[in-house]
């Protein structure tokens, strides 16, 4: 198995265009995970999901940030418009929902500038 | 409100020494720790768990102790390598509540040849 996938691995956008960060989850895995990684914040829960279905949106910092699950092997997020301190590292996981570990993907790194 | 924490921001260490990093938590609901290891521009991989039930797991040169009374974990790491250089990130979960983990801030260790 190739692991969690995650794409693009950099992206560099201007304040208020729309980013789109996607990932691809272990084949096998019904639970999906969007963390996002700052100096200030550590690793913080933006959004997870079990069987597709969205459990808990708590994380999402505001109304511009959107996530979907359109079936067991691909998730997005997107940021619209995106604004310079949602600079971050962006990491998607992926876990069997009954056992305790998560397997991450090498995230994205997003500069808005 | 951060509901875990890792007070020690970094940590420098010989090698063949021992490094010991603290983990706190606030939630007297967690019942599953874990510890995961982070190196650049890769994402965070699983190192060691403890169950709630137990007060210390060990798994080769790494150690978790948990103390419940006190909210506090700690891995050591004997002898200490320089492979061991990282990003070590504390995280928590609620087993009831579903496979969110709530992670700490992370600690950066350093170990010197």
């Known amino acids: 198995d190739a692991g969690v996938i995650q794409s693009p691995r950099h992206e560099v956008t201007e304040m208020g265009q729309e980013v789109t960060l996607r990932c691809k989850p272990i084949s096998g895995h019904n639970s999906l995970f969007w963390y996002r990684q700052t100096m200030m914040r550590g690793l913080e829960l933006l959004i997870y999901?079990?069987?597709?279905?969205?459990?808990?949106d708590s994380g999402m910092p505001e109304d511009r940030f959107s996530a979907k699950m359109p079936n067991a092997s691909f998730s997005t997020l997107k940021i619209q418009p995106s604004e310079p301190r949602d600079s971050a590292v962006y990491f998607c996981?992926?876990?069997?929902?009954?056992?305790?570990?998560?397997?991450f993907g090498s995230g994205t790194r997003l500069t808005v500038v | 409100d951060q509901q875990v924490k890792q007070n020690s921001p970094s940590l420098s260490v010989q090698e063949g020494r021992i490094s010991i990093l603290n983990c706190d938590y606030t939630n007297s609901m967690f019942d599953y720790f874990l510890w995961y290891k982070k190196y650049p521009a890769e994402g965070p991989t699983f190192l060691i768990s403890?169950?709630?039930?137990?007060d210390k797991n060990e798994d080769g040169r790494f150690t978790v102790f948990l103390n419940k009374s006190a909210k506090h974990l700690s891995l050591h790491i004997v002898p200490s390598q320089p492979g061991d250089s990282a990003v070590y990130f504390c995280?928590?979960?609620?087993?009831?509540?579903?496979?969110?983990?709530?992670f700490g801030g992370g600690t950066r260790v350093l170990v010197k040849p």
């Open positions: 999901f079990n069987n597709n279905v969205p459990i808990d």
């Open positions: 995280a928590a979960r609620i087993k009831a509540a579903g496979n969110k983990l709530t």
């Open positions: 403890i169950s709630s039930i137990k």
């Open positions: 996981a992926s876990s069997i929902r009954e056992q305790g570990g998560y397997t």
